[in-house]
């Protein structure tokens, strides 16, 4: 199973475009922090996440604003085929 959930602020936001075949697609970085615990010792991440939202979601989203706090839940998917960088798929939206 593919599914992640992650939560964060808005940064490097890009404006609403479309595919060739005609799909809205809105594309950010999520900056994100936080702590965790790994082998009963805490771990502090800091990393950004590129996002891409399509379809609706990106009509419904397209005015996000930088520094808009949110949570993410969707897909991890290589940013193009046979890509070593990564992006998360957006499936749900939600302004925290």
Known sequence: MNKS???GTVVNSAPLRYTPAGVPVVGFDL????EVMES???RLL???M???LMGDLALMNKNLK???AIE???FIAPARQNSPR???HAQHLRLI
Not at 31 to 34: K, L, T, V
């Open 72 to 74: 993410v839940e969707g």
């Open 66 to 68: 930088l520094g808009q």
């Open 50 to 52: 590129a996002v891409v």
């Open 40 to 42: 009963n010792v805490s």
């Open 86 to 88: 990564f992006r998360l």
């Open 46 to 48: 800091k990393f950004e």
């Open 31 to 34: 900056d994100h922090e936080s």
């Open 5 to 7: 959930v992650l939560s």
